[in-house]
């Protein structure tokens, strides 16, 4: 099993910047790739960024490459997503997930192929 928890959401301007963390505890020998998700209210969960643990490998959706960078700090079971350049399309509830299991590029970003998540962070931007 693995647990995640999120932290670093918040309030802040168009134009500006946020870094959430993700915080894994339980097996996390076990995980293979982590990704950040988001929801906004009224739509569906959509992949923001994702990261594959032993090399560091990204892989990010359009609506954010180039203002977003997913890292991780692997000795302390730690993701970030660093945030640039935010805008109110980017308003949602952020959510970190793990899988065990290898996902290829394509479908890394697909919310079904995560088996552990934790409980979200709230991102607000206002313009």
């Known amino acids: 099993q693995v647990q995640l928890v999120e932290s670093g959401g918040g309030s802040v301007q168009a134009g500006g910047s946020l870094i959430l963390s993700c915080e894994a505890s339980?097996?996390?020998?076990?995980?293979?790739?982590m990704a950040w998700f988001r929801q906004a209210p009224g739509k569906e969960r959509e992949g923001v960024a994702s990261i594959y643990i032993s090399n560091n490998e990204p892989n990010y959706a359009a609506s954010v490459t180039g203002r977003f960078t997913i890292s991780q700090n692997s000795s302390k079971n730690t993701v970030f997503l660093q945030m640039l350049r935010l805008n109110a399309e980017d308003s949602a509830m952020y959510y970190c997930a793990a899988s065990t299991q290898y996902l290829y590029h394509r479908i890394a970003l697909t919310p079904a192929r995560y088996h552990y998540w934790g409980q979200g962070t709230q991102v607000t931007v206002s313009s």
């Open positions: 339980g097996d996390t020998s076990s995980i293979v790739v």
